[in-house]
């Protein structure tokens, strides 16, 4: 997972990613791979290989919500009510 600084350097523009990954995906499926510089930033960046540039809309950890206090885990969503992944519930505010 990448912080929103990292993300930021590795792709420019996330909405222009976004349609770009969202056209190319309609036409061809995740079967065929998409090429995008970002990709290969990640690549350099991580040293992981994603196996499609779709993959780059899901690596931002700020996506995922805070971390639960009971298991250190995410809790998935920033809306989420519960971890999903001990069942911690998040203090009413």
Request: charged fraction near 25%; glycine fraction near 6%; charge should be positive.
């Amino acid at each position: 997972m990448l912080t929103d600084e990292e993300y930021l350097k590795i792709v420019d523009d996330p909405t222009t990613l976004y349609l770009q990954v969202k056209q190319f995906v309609s036409k061809n499926g995740l079967q065929r791979e998409m090429k995008h510089p970002a990709a290969d930033r990640y690549r350099e960046c991580t040293g992981v290989a994603l196996a499609h540039t779709f993959w780059l809309l899901h690596v931002r950890r700020s996506d995922y919500g805070p971390d639960c206090p009971a298991c250190g885990k995410p809790y998935r969503t920033q809306m989420a009510k519960f971890c999903a992944e001990c069942g911690h519930g998040l203090p009413l505010k």
